[in-house]
């Protein structure tokens, strides 16, 4: 009869339902284990962060007890590794500072530009590319764009700027804009391709030329992207080392001016580590101190650049 | 079908590795100076041997290789300095003992442009100057070091602070090391200090003789009158001791434990031996052959420790040098 | 607004966007500009030096004779190693931040902390794992130390890179498949990582080419600059036929052997400096050409 058969068919749906949960189990542990896994990984960046920490502080620390640390970040001078020692970290700072500044202010236009024109504007053969040739610009060794800025850039603009000198921070900083344009470009080009296409058509389908989809639509959804990219190439250029080392000289400077010659604080670190120095000194352990400064520096603005995209992110 | 033939492919790609055998090593680093003439050495040392030995160099700097030395990870340390007091300690704590080889001179060279044609020679006084602490901001110009020079803007060029270059060239000429004025353009490539120096008709800077050398038709050297008249840098004025007071002795600093290796003693008593010939290739001036000798025989006798007392020795003569008593 | 007016604007926002065109292109140009002054100098001053003994000799005091055959095969095995530990751990450490990761303070604060530590100079990521893994972990002045010291620099951009692309799949697409009853691995694996590949993978290709060129570090941990002689083969002949000995074994890499060169005195060494500039470029490409390639089919692939 039909109550009996669908007691049967109940009957038996309870008996698979009761061995279901056996299999869920077996699932949920994989699960946990994969989860657990990429929580591991994840975990490992804290533990890079807690270990450069660790180096640069035990070193800083008897680098500290010798040198006052008002001293160190106000004094005008930072001449260690002379005859009577001044420890202001200053110069260093506005060699970093201003070398940066006009590498972002090359790359951060150029890089958007670009990321816009294969965006919207090439054929899609043409984009893929250009793309990879771009890319490879990140590829040609720091070295070669140290030597390039110094040995190509800097006579070049010197038929400019006829005052300029051998070693300065512009050329320095103008190469590595150049060498930061793919991080700039290519993701956030990945950014903007991720759009969904409906977005972008509902653009066109309004009248908008692709500027104006590409300014008004594509770039505020496209936004964490668009600023990670930007994060990740001011970080570029605050870390770079060997173009700044070979292009934009040794010798500490206080000056603002990117047209002289300057010291950043990864050149100075690089140029003790690998010098004659004994190890254990005053003035090696004073190249912990300077590393100290610059994770500070990229940390207050690392902590800005998170706050302002938490503001403007756009969810679609 | 796609995986098998990829995998033999892989398989077939990977088997030109070749062969390692149990070869033993001998492991060196420090100073990037003294690289040239290691690598010389090492290169004939492999030859002869065929491969059984492998010789490994580095360039971690002077300080980084005397930290690897004092704690027993390298057999032999190139240096540009002798051992600093610090570096002393170090190696005392760790109980790794040295036997300190001069292996050869490189004499610092003060270039101008080929176009100055007012330089004819330069005392240390003259030196001194130009590059003494105070001159900073004040030494502007030629005819401020010696008046019938020309009234024109003194370009300096020189190796940065933490080369030993540095510190040999201002103990000698400032008398403290480490002594300088800041405001000249400094340079770890002494390429890019080539360059400099050749372009601007003004300028005058400091390296080694190796790069003087290479770039004979970009640049002039000075002759430097150490007090007993202007002598011009060359082989034979820095062998025998003419040329004062800017030729430094440069050294490679040998374990004693890792001497008791027979390949490692084989090795240092190689370059010793081959150092006059060796050396003259890779444009770096040979120590006078008594020098060899004398570094030969504190192998033989395990004499170790440093005749330099941990700070730089300036115008003193190799030999007498060699003959002191050394300190631990 | 009267039509005309109306069509006065249109027509200049049209214009705008011819011109946008030209400045795009010649932003481009600026770039690809650079790329090829930079070849154009390398192969006029190296290309000269490109012979089979180049690619098979060891470094020599002579410069003719001097080659890069440790140096090319000391950074195919290091970026073979720092490929294999940075990939994996990086896309895993995005994609549980992005996708398993509670929204609180903590995950925060390792954002901010990833991006931090992309801005730390290579030579302090050199000095601390001189410490951590030369040292404390003895694993010694070797291949494995260079290929976890450059994972090590590079993760940060392969996790930023991840979280983008991870980011930018539209939430219909987990949602569609949670509906459908898949378990959040599941729904990670089918449907958010195959849409992400391609984000994923431009940011593998950035950061590989930086490890690639990377000279401060290695030379702090160890690398040298005259080996002549090559790491023990992965494959022997006897039981068990693979062998890990290379992973310990000392090393060079081709950025470090054209930094020794180039500043050597003697004319004939820059050459060589420029030859290994352009073999270390077209390495680039070779290695960053999978990856391109894998980024070209999953973009076709997007159905969105």
């Given at each position: 009869m039909g109550s009996n058969q669908a007691d049967a068919g109940y009957l038996a749906a309870q008996a698979q339902v009761r061995t279901i949960p056996v299999g869920l189990t077996a699932r949920k542990i994989r699960e946990r284990l994969i989860e657990f896994a990429m929580f591991l990984c994840a975990l490992s960046s804290v533990a890079i962060t807690v270990g450069i920490v660790w180096v640069l502080l035990f070193e800083s620390w008897q680098f500290f007890s010798h040198v006052s640390i008002i001293n160190f970040l106000t004094d005008t001078e930072w001449t260690v590794l002379f005859e009577n020692p001044r420890y202001g970290i200053l110069p260093l700072v506005t060699g970093t500072v201003v070398t940066s500044t006009v590498a972002l202010l090359v790359a951060l236009p150029l890089g958007t530009v670009i990321a816009i024109y294969l965006s919207e504007y090439a054929a899609n053969p043409v984009k893929e590319i250009l793309k990879p040739i771009l890319e490879l610009l990140s590829a040609v060794p720091t070295v070669v764009f140290g030597y390039f800025a110094l040995l190509f850039v800097t006579p070049a603009l010197q038929s400019l700027l006829p005052e300029l000198p051998g070693f300065n921070?512009?050329?320095?900083?103008?190469?590595?804009?150049?060498?930061?344009?793919?991080?700039?470009?290519?993701?956030?080009?990945?950014?903007m391709k991720a759009v969904p296409v409906t977005i972008r058509e509902g653009s066109y389908a309004m009248g908008a030329t692709r500027f104006q989809t590409a300014v008004r639509v594509l770039i505020p959804s496209a936004f964490s992207g668009i600023a990670s990219a930007y994060v990740l190439g001011f970080s570029r250029a605050v870390g770079e080392t060997m173009v700044v080392a070979i292009a934009a000289g040794q010798q500490p400077h206080l000056t603002l001016n990117p047209m002289e010659g300057a010291a950043t604080i990864t050149a100075y670190i690089v140029q003790v580590s690998m010098g004659d120095l004994p190890h254990g000194s005053i003035a090696y352990?004073?190249?912990?101190?300077?590393?100290?400064?610059?994770m500070c520096m990229t940390l207050l603005f690392n902590i800005g650049g998170y706050l302002l995209r938490k503001k403007f992110r756009e969810i679609y | 079908m796609k995986n098998v033939v990829f995998s033999v492919a892989l398989v077939a790609l990977l088997g030109l590795f070749p062969k390692a055998s149990k070869a033993q090593l001998i492991q060196i680093d420090g100073s990037?100076?003294?690289?040239?003439?290691?690598e010389a050495v090492s290169e004939e040392f492999q030859k002869a041997k065929k491969g059984v030995v492998k010789v490994t160099v580095g360039i971690a700097g002077t300080g980084g290789g005397f930290k690897k030395f004092c704690r027993g990870e390298i057999d032999i340390s190139d240096a540009s300095r002798p051992i600093l007091k610090q570096e002393m300690e170090t190696c005392k704590q760790s109980g790794v003992q040295y036997i300190e080889l001069p292996i050869a001179y490189d004499a610092l060279t003060v270039m101008v442009n080929p176009k100055n044609d007012w330089v004819k020679a330069l005392t240390v006084p003259d030196l001194k100057k130009m590059w003494e602490p105070t001159a900073q901001g004040k030494i502007t110009t030629w005819n401020q070091v010696r008046s019938e020079w020309p009234n024109s803007p003194l370009k300096l060029f020189g190796p940065g602070a933490d080369s030993g270059t540095?510190?040999?060239?201002?103990?000698?000429?400032?008398?403290?090391?480490?002594?300088?004025?800041?405001?000249?353009?400094?340079?770890?490539?002494?390429?890019?200090?080539?360059?400099?120096?050749a372009n601007d008709r003004n300028a005058l800077g400091y390296f080694g003789f190796a790069y003087y050398i290479e770039n004979q038709k970009k640049l002039k050297a000075a002759p430097i009158d150490g007090g007993k008249g202007a002598v011009m840098p060359s082989a034979k004025t820095v062998e025998d001791g003419t040329y004062q007071p800017l030729s430094r002795p440069i050294f490679i600093y040998v374990s004693k434990k890792s001497l008791d290796k027979p390949e490692v003693r084989e090795y240092v008593e190689f370059y010793l031996k081959n150092a006059p010939a060796l050396v003259k290739q890779v444009k770096y001036v040979a120590l006078p052959p008594s020098a060899y000798t004398i570094g030969m025989e504190h192998v033989k006798k395990g004499k170790v420790g440093t005749v330099f007392g941990g700070e730089s020795q300036v115008g003193i003569k190799i030999e007498e040098l060699l003959k002191r008593e050394a300190q631990n | 607004m009267v039509t005309r007016e109306i069509q006065a604007k249109v027509a200049a926002n049209k214009r705008f966007d011819g011109i946008f065109a030209v400045i795009g292109l010649v932003a481009t140009f600026v770039g690809m500009i650079t790329l090829a002054a930079l070849i154009f100098d390398l192969l006029t001053d190296g290309g000269g030096r490109l012979t089979y003994t180049f690619f098979t000799a060891f470094p020599s005091r002579f410069a003719a004779q001097a080659g890069i055959l440790s140096a090319w095969i000391g950074t195919c095995l290091i970026m073979f190693v720092t490929a294999v530990t940075a990939v994996p751990m990086g896309v895993a450490a995005g994609v549980y931040l992005e996708e398993y990761a509670r929204k609180?303070?903590?995950?925060?604060?390792?954002?901010?902390?990833?991006?931090?530590?992309?801005?730390?100079?290579?030579?302090?990521?050199?000095?601390?794992?001189?410490?951590?893994?030369?040292?404390?972990?003895?694993?010694?002045q070797s291949i494995l130390t260079a290929g976890l010291t450059l994972a090590l620099l590079i993760l940060p951009i392969v996790i930023v890179a991840t979280r983008e692309a991870i980011r930018a799949v539209p939430s219909t697409m987990r949602e569609a498949a949670y509906a459908l009853g898949a378990t959040k691995w599941q729904t990670t694996r089918d449907h958010v990582l195959p849409y992400s590949m391609g984000g994923i993978l431009t940011g593998v290709i950035i950061a590989l080419s930086r490890a690639i060129g990377e000279t401060a570090p290695l030379i702090t941990i160890g690398a040298l600059t005259f080996i002549a002689f090559l790491p023990d083969s992965p494959i022997k002949a006897e039981f068990p036929f693979i062998s890990f000995e290379w992973l310990m074994s000392p090393f060079t890499v081709m950025p470090i052997q054209m930094f020794n060169w180039v500043s050597r005195p003697q004319q004939e060494f820059h050459l060589n400096a420029?030859?290994?500039?352009?073999?270390?470029?077209v390495m680039t490409l070779l290695m960053n050409g999978v990856a391109i390639y894998f980024r070209y089919r999953f973009r076709k692939w997007i159905k969105w």
């Open positions: 921070m512009l050329s320095a900083g103008i190469v590595i804009g150049i060498m930061i344009i793919p991080y700039v470009s290519s993701l956030s080009e990945d950014a352990q004073s190249i912990f101190a300077a590393g100290l400064t610059l | 990037s100076t003294v690289f040239p003439i290691t540095f510190d040999y060239f201002t103990e000698a000429i400032v008398g403290k090391a480490k002594s300088s004025r800041g405001d000249f353009t400094a340079s770890e490539d002494d390429n890019v200090l080539v360059q400099g120096i | 609180n303070w903590v995950t925060a604060l390792i954002e901010i902390n990833i991006a931090n530590l992309a801005g730390v100079p290579s030579i302090v990521y050199g000095l601390m794992a001189l410490g951590l893994f030369v040292y404390q972990l003895k694993l010694g420029a030859a290994t500039g352009l073999v270390l470029m």
